[in-house]
């Protein structure tokens, strides 16, 4: 059995994907201000908003539990509308070998779209796949597009 997967969603949103795409990449704090009950606090470590190689610290909730990832943001593609976090340290290492998360935003003709991958290494074949953090991060990006519509 292969610790090694991939677990990916993709959900509709109304709001145009690159702003999305200009949150997620530019402006990850504000999912704080977005979705407080799930991601209470995101803080810089190192580095700037928005570029390569900066540290991001999420403080994010999965079924009422607290939990801290500090993860490095390890690609950017403006062209295609993506960003990876490869996470460093946090409770997700307790589990995993290695997390990487990575985002974008997809325009198909008229419908905008938001996919998120998670690909991973799992400790040992009792841990769980990270399904409810893929559940977690699509549950905010559609809290994001009710905010970016309102907005």
Do not use: C
Request: proline share 4%.
């Amino acid at each position: 059995m292969s610790l090694v997967a991939k677990l990916s969603a993709e959900v509709l949103v109304v709001a145009p994907h690159d702003k999305h795409h200009g949150v997620w990449v530019g402006r990850p704090h504000h999912i704080s201000n977005v979705s407080p009950s799930k991601v209470p606090k995101v803080d810089l470590h190192a580095g700037e908003w928005g570029t390569v190689g900066s540290v991001v610290v999420w403080h994010y909730v999965i079924d009422g539990k607290d939990y801290v990832a500090k993860e490095v943001v390890e690609a950017i593609d403006e062209e295609n509308k993506t960003i990876t976090y490869r996470v460093i340290e946090g409770d997700a290492l307790q589990e995993y070998k290695s997390l990487k998360a990575s985002f974008q935003s997809i325009s198909k003709g008229e419908a905008a779209w938001v996919r998120w991958t998670l690909e991973y290494e799992k400790l040992n074949k009792n841990i769980p796949h990270p399904i409810k953090l893929l559940e977690a991060v699509i549950h905010i990006s559609e809290e994001l597009d009710d905010h970016l519509v309102q907005a």
